[in-house]
């Protein structure tokens, strides 16, 4: 997909068992005010400068979209939303700010002129933006048959003046539902009110990769089933007694491989042989040229379709993806991540469709977990399909929802707790990201 805003929503904490067995969360919560290390006496300030108030202890975002900066007046380094309250970590005086840059995080400014101090300590509107336990930082609906329409306020559902109109198959992202007049709107992220009775729930997926305990060097020694089902046999050729079958994305050890003729089997159980055909197992590979001993970095393979996430050359996570349908859509070679949101909205409604890959539009809203790494290409997670093993995107490497989620915890640059959006800086390098 293309992206049609870079205004993502507010990072939370990610609380899934699966993202903790991949490593520690970067998300931050806020301290208790009695100990948290944005005490007035903790904070730092040119030593000739006046004192920050000792009842401030949070810095608010009081507009959308709102940059933060690396150095004060420097390069962007991330995007905060409203609903947002920063740790007041220090102030200093710097070019294009009237007031003082206030450090609200690692290698983080923003201009005291744009935002309020707050004597509440640090922490993010949870009622606007709720935790993503199940991969899906909102509850999505998709918009039925007949199209609908999205209201701007309620006296516009009584004039019936509606602000948008939304197509057939489009996705909105809701943050709740209320009743006016006996019937049932759905409010979205953007505030639109859009009739409940013609947009359809997305359900939560619950298949996710795994996280791996491999050696430097050892092959992931898993996969998953492709089709549907597939038949396991009692031994590695196809006129082998049929002791069982396996379904779809369930995931199977790879204990051997053996080719027979022109087949290629997998023993993925004493007694019990798979066609190599009918899975999906990532081949083993080296790292790029120059990743360090540890380095974080992700490995995409078309043939398979599937992802590895690797530090340095051990496995550390892997699961199957959906890369572009056209050749050459997913770019092949070596990347590295230049943005990271929390979602973002993607759109071929202002350009009628893309003639090559399909007719129709598309308007898919807060695209979860989005990592762009080639232009507008990323890894991101898609709740619209589950094709996932077969090639399915329009360019992007599509993850299962809770994937997508756990590979954007893992990955460099950080999103702290309130970050929409991040961009990597020299003391934090984005991480590579291969496609093959």
């Known amino acids: 997909m293309r992206p049609r805003s870079l205004a993502p929503v507010v ?104 935002v309020r101090l707050t004597p509440d300590p640090p922490g993010v509107d949870e009622s606007v933006h709720p935790p993503a336990t199940d991969g899906l930082p909102f509850r999505y609906y998709f918009v039925g048959a007949e199209g609908t329409s999205a209201y701007a306020k309620l006296t516009d559902i009584d004039d019936d003046t509606p602000v948008e109109q939304l197509d057939r198959g489009w996705a909105i992202a809701a943050v709740g539902t209320l009743s006016y007049n006996g019937a049932s709107y759905v409010k979205t992220r953007r505030g639109r009110l859009v009739p409940r009775a013609d947009v359809g729930p997305v359900a939560p997926f619950s298949f996710h990769g795994e996280a791996l305990a491999k050696r430097p060097g050892e092959a992931v020694g898993l996969g998953w089933v492709n ?38 089997f997998v023993r993925v159980a004493d007694g019990e042989w798979m066609k190599l055909a009918d899975l999906r197992i990532p081949t083993p590979t080296t790292p790029p040229d120059g990743i360090a001993a540890n380095e974080r970095w992700i490995d995409v393979e078309l043939a398979t379709q599937t992802l590895v996430a690797f530090e340095g050359s051990r496995p550390v996570y892997a699961t199957v993806v959906s890369t572009g349908r056209a050749p050459g859509s997913t770019p092949t070679g070596v990347h590295r991540i230049w943005v990271k949101l929390r979602t973002s909205t993607m759109s071929n409604a202002d350009d009628g469709g893309d003639a090559n890959l399909d007719a129709a539009t598309y308007s898919i809203e807060d695209v979860p977990w989005v990592q762009y790494f080639s232009n507008g290409v990323a890894l991101h997670g898609a709740f619209w399909h589950r094709r996932f093993g077969h090639v399915a995107s329009h360019g992007c490497v599509n993850l299962a929802p809770l994937d997508a989620m756990a590979i954007f915890d893992w990955t460099l640059p950080r999103l702290p707790r309130g970050w929409d959006a991040s961009l990597p800086t020299t003391a934090e390098p984005a991480t590579v990201v291969r496609v093959r």
Do not use: F, H
């Open 11 to 114: 990072m939370l904490a990610l609380t899934a068992p699966l993202v903790a067995r991949l490593g520690p969360s970067t998300a931050v919560a806020a301290e208790p005010a009695s100990t948290a290390p944005y005490a007035a006496a903790s904070r730092w300030i040119d030593a000739d400068d006046i004192p920050l108030a000792d009842w401030a202890k949070s810095v608010e975002i009081v507009r959308d979209d709102e940059a933060l900066y690396a150095s004060p007046g420097g390069a962007r380094r991330a995007v905060v939303t409203t609903g947002v309250r920063l740790p007041l970590l220090g102030a200093v005086r710097g070019p294009g700010c009237v007031q003082r840059w206030l450090l609200v995080g690692p290698l983080a400014y923003v201009c005291a002129d744009k």
């Open 227 to 264: 089709p549907e089902r597939a038949r396991v046999y009692a031994e590695p050729k196809a006129s082998a007694k049929v002791v069982g079958e396996r379904t779809r994305l369930q995931r199977v050890d790879v204990l051997e491989q053996r080719r027979v003729g022109n087949d290629a």
